[in-house]
């Protein structure tokens, strides 16, 4: 994990570096579904390719009949994003996209029991666990401003689909 996130902020780097002299752009921007939320940073070669890497954080508790489970979990994953450009009278310019890449997820699940549901001494129990996926989507951008677009995507990551919304910042 500490080797994905190194090598991820280290292409970033040379990307920043590359970027201050090319004048291409940077972008970072917000992303959110039904039960994560994230952070992610790009860089933009041309109008049409770009690369993108991404963190998202869950947590989750479900109580039932005495018994809690809190799960965790953390996301972080690297993408490759290809736009197709599209114009429509009277409709403010956007593109539709398609991703593909890599996420490396771990998870953290506790379990408690008290003792009035196992009468006996309360149950505590975690498992940790971490799987690496291919990560695949699609969706659509909305240039909002300048500087800001709007972004509505589908991931599919191994059986898990995830529909989330995101506001990007190019810079």
């Not at 990307?15 to 004048?23: D, G, H, Q, V």
């Not at 659509?140 to 677009?149: G, R």
């Amino acid at each position: 994990m500490k080797r994905i996130l190194a090598s991820i902020l280290l292409c970033l780097l040379i990307l920043l570096i590359y970027t201050r002299a090319s004048a291409e752009p940077l972008y970072a921007g917000v992303q959110i579904d039904d039960d994560s939320a994230g952070v992610l940073f790009g860089y933009t070669m041309d109008k049409r390719y770009s690369i993108e890497a991404h963190y998202t954080k869950s947590n989750s508790s479900i109580s039932h009949a005495g018994v809690t489970v809190d799960t965790s979990s953390t996301g972080v994953g690297i993408v490759g994003i290809a736009r197709f450009p599209m114009k429509l009278s009277n409709v403010l310019p956007y593109s539709l996209f398609l991703k593909g890449g890599y996420q490396h997820t771990s998870s953290s699940e506790t379990c408690s029991i008290p003792s009035t549901a196992t009468l006996t001494l309360p149950y505590n129990n975690t498992i940790d666990s971490s799987k690496n996926q291919a990560l695949f989507g699609g969706g659509a951008e909305l240039d909002l401003a300048k500087n800001l677009t709007g972004r509505l995507g589908l991931d599919f990551l191994g059986e898990q689909r995830s529909l989330y919304l995101a506001a990007i910042y190019s810079f």
